[in-house]
């Protein structure tokens, strides 16, 4: 701010500060200040270049020892194995490219937040200026449509109503006026400031620019935006941390077989080092970042059905593990329409309901239907008439032009059954004023001339003499506390009078006292349909939800009951957020479920506060003032249909039905993409531990490698890849969404799964080596012997492709032997491809193969069936012990 706390000062105190005046700056200071305080615009940080992308990709471990090897493979003139290697280097160097290739955008979204031109008054009169050239002191005029092009402290206003639901997230605009307001209130009550990206809804005023470009509050968030450490992904860590210590193991276990080989078995360095590129490539599991990729796309393809746009692909699995949900009350748990849902008059309590601002529903009165009737009639012919906004039919539904509220107002009065024509034509009016706080037309009705009002129940019920239909009297306190018990509901009231009249104008005098009193109506925005669902399966699925919203405390828990969060909600608000320490902040949001009148500061600390107490949190919302919280999340979600665009640049999943019912469907899908990533991975390791096992056992007996490098890069990246990419379309569990969210820090790899993992290597091991020993003691050549080894190694695959599929489960049963389209489709790609390398004379002379006879052939099926019935037998074993296991915790 260039003025501290301009809206706790005076308008004339804050001209009188920034040297101006309600006639402008004229040209000359203008460009004093512009050169002293810059653009209206906001700075942008600076950007990773394509190459410097590039070059990231480079910083992994196994990535610089693969070229390593491939250049010293090279230089030993082995030429094929150097291109082979480089193609897998390249092959996962684009890949991780194409992934990180997400830019930064939510800065350029906060930069089109700012409008592109603005009425301004300079040297006396009103000029049209580009909004970057506004300076300090300038005074711009505001009407109904325009885009604040700065903060502003107000001098002067007509009506005016700006909507900051971008900011703060309350889905009705504020109505200004220009009085100073405390010093230390939040930003939505401000009243007398109107800040730079919000829009004015309706009415006119004069107000100083006080802060430009960073210094607004819009440019506050940017900066925040730009400091905001975006956390890596539960998945991307633990994937790092299993290829960290995988390479560092395989590493020093090359080194040590390469010193075997060199001194203990005399070999030439030559041989030594192929055989220890064998080893390294026998180990690494290549095709895994292609296959994680492939399964995150999978999952992406399937979210995308389901109208949730996932921008970054580990995001997908995160969304799956998280264990609270902060999310937005304006337009996530709620539609940001505002809509009448309860009326109060005289006769009796009415339940309005109806989709949208579609001026058609129904009127009940407990669980009974009712026509409107007459008093009825006369409070919606007054929410009718007293109105400033227009609905209109879009083909996508009904739309409101002018104040949300007022366009409540209007579908009150069709589902009231009221219609424009009978109310009559309007003589004169008043416009809303806030030091009377109320709006008057005068309108000439089949009844006779009326002066109808609506406005704050305080100042309605002070006027009323009288209540139609009720000629005992008037209880004056009764209706108050009807009011205040409509309110405590979370919804805003309003109340509505008429009064007969005469004269031709209409005037302030006119209605002070003598009015008839009509009756209330509540107006909130209501909660979406499936939200409460929504919110109830996510705590079955052991997900904690909370409501972090700018609006009102009274609005945010009367939400907070409707959608299920309990009905004794605590709730705090961010100035009692202010009051609290680090300990007692992190304590506060780990039981509260409710924060109201939140900043975007507030949002960001507790998502962090969360965050450090081990929870991983997803963080939806819909404006700019969610960006920050979006960005720090786990997993940020923002709205795409009525969402600004800084919040969706900002997130990882855009939902493009801004329905929060469609986070639970994410949860779902991120759940089965984390549990058929377990299956992928304890896929393929086994098959690379088997592989090096074979080598290892060769070297260290001075026989024969059973397979050559080459042979191995193939199954690697091809049978091996085309195998697990079937797991990735596995179906999720009938149970998924009745189990707790995994722990933050829990390993991808259980004790389960290393056991299984080191068990398979060993069976893997066996068959490859122990074919490869038997076809020689058969009779055949070192080529044809590889061959079978190699054909034993994927037959072996296929069968235990059926046994990963069930962690404890059968695969001997007919759901299991049959598979999905996608295991069926990969086996007979893999059966193919294997012909080719078996039986294609081009590909025998490249991998060094030999075409088999058909009981060489069934001799390497066999591998694979011994496989499937040993891991059979250990899941036998396994089912049977937990059984044990459980019956004894039972007793």
Known sequence: MIIEKSWAKSADDVLAALAASPGGLDRNEVGARLERHGYNRLPEAPRPGFLARLLRQFRNL????????????????????????????????????????????????????LAARAAVVRDGSRHSVKAEEIVPGDVVLLEAGDKVSADLRLFEVAGLTI?????TGESVPVRKQTVEVDGLCPVGDRFNMAFSGTMVAQGTARGVVVATGQHTEIGRISGMMQTVEQLSTPLVREMDRIARVLTIVVVAV?????????????????????????????AIPEGLPAILTVTLAIGVQTMARRNAIVRRLPAIETIGS????????????????????????????????????????????????????????????????????????????????GDPMEGALLTLAGRLDVRRDEAGPILAAIPFDAAYRYMAVLCDTREGRLAVV??????????????????????????????????????????????????????????????????????????????????????????AVKMITGDHQGTAVAIGRQIGLGQ??????????????????????????????????????????????GAVVAMTGDGVNDAPALKRADAGIAMGRNGSQAAREAADIVLADDNFASIVEAVRQGRT??????????????????????????????????????????????????????????????????????????????????????LVSALFAIGIFGQFELAQWQGADL????????????????????????????????????????????????????????????????????????????QCAAGGVALLIVLEIDKALARSWRSTAAREARA
């Open 62 to 113: 196994m990535i610089l020892i693969l070229i390593a090897a491939a250049a010293i493979t090279g230089g030993l003139g082995h030429y094929l194995d150097m291109v082979v290697i480089l193609a897998v280097v390249a092959v996962n160097t684009v890949i991780g490219f194409v992934q990180e290739g997400r830019a930064e955008r939510a800065i350029d979204a906060l930069h089109q937040m």
């Open 322 to 401: 998280v264990s609270t949900i902060c999310t937005d009350k304006t337009g996530t748990l709620t539609r940001n329409e505002m809509a009448a849902t309860s009326v109060v008059t005289p006769a009796g309590t009415y339940v309005i309901e109806g989709r949208g601002y579609a001026p058609q529903g129904t009127v009940r009165v407990g669980e009974r239907i009712v026509e409107p009737g007459a008093d009825l009639a006369a409070l919606g012919r007054a929410a009718l008439v007293c109105n400033g906004a227009a609905l209109k039919k879009a083909p996508d539904g009904w739309r409101v032009e």
């Open 454 to 543: 609506k406005g704050a129940p305080e100042q309605i019920l002070e006027r009323c003499a009288g209540a139609v239909g009720a000629p005992e009297g008037f209880d004056r306190q009764a209706w108050h506390e009807v009011a205040n018990e409509i309110a405590e509901g979370g919804q805003r009231v309003l109340a509505f009078a008429q009064k007969p009249v005469s004269q031709d104008g209409l005037d302030h005098a006119d209605l002070d006292e003598g009015l008839v009193f009509l009756g209330l109506a509540g107006l909130i925005d209501p909660p979406r349909d499936e939200a409460k669902h929504a919110v109830a399966e996510c705590r079955t699925a052991g997900i």
């Open 783 to 858: 080529d044809t012997a590889r061959t079978m080894a190699l054909n034993t190694l994927v037959a072996m695959e296929i069968f235990y492709l059926f046994s990963v599929r069930y962690r404890l489960g059968s695969s001997v049963t007919w759901q299991g032997v049959r598979g999905t389209t996608s295991v069926m489709v990969a086996m007979a790609l893999v059966l193919v491809l294997q012909f080719i390398v078996t039986y294609v004379p081009v590909m025998n002379a490249l991998f060094e193969t030999r075409p088999l006879d058909l009981l060489q052939l069934t």
């Open 254 to 282: 090359a080194a040590l077989m390469l010193l075997f080989t060199l001194h203990v078995r005399a070999m030439p360095f030559d041989e030594a080092f192929m055989i220890v590129v064998g080893l390294f490539v026998a």
């Open 568 to 613: 004794d909600i605590e709730v705090l608000t961010g100035i009692e957020l202010d009051r609290l320490d680090d300990r007692a902040f992190r304590r506060a949001a780990a039981r509260t479920a409710v924060f109201a009148r939140a900043s975007p500061e507030h949002k960001l600390r507790l998502v962090k506060a969360l965050q450090a107490d």
């Open 163 to 167: 909507d900051e639901s971008i900011l």
């Open 673 to 758: 993409v984390y549990t058929n990533l377990k299956k992928v991975i304890t896929f393929m390791l086994p098959v690379n531990g088997g592989e090096s096992a074979s080598l290892m056992i060769a070297v260290l007996m001075g026989l024969a490698l059973p397979i050559t490098p080459l042979q191995i890069l193939w199954v690697n990246m091809i049978s091996s890849v085309v195998l697990a990419i079937a797991l990735a379309f596995e179906k999720p569990e009938a149970s998924i969404m009745r189990q707790p969210p995994r722990q933050a820090g829990a390993a991808i790899i259980s004790r389960l799964i290393l056991w299984r993992i080191v």
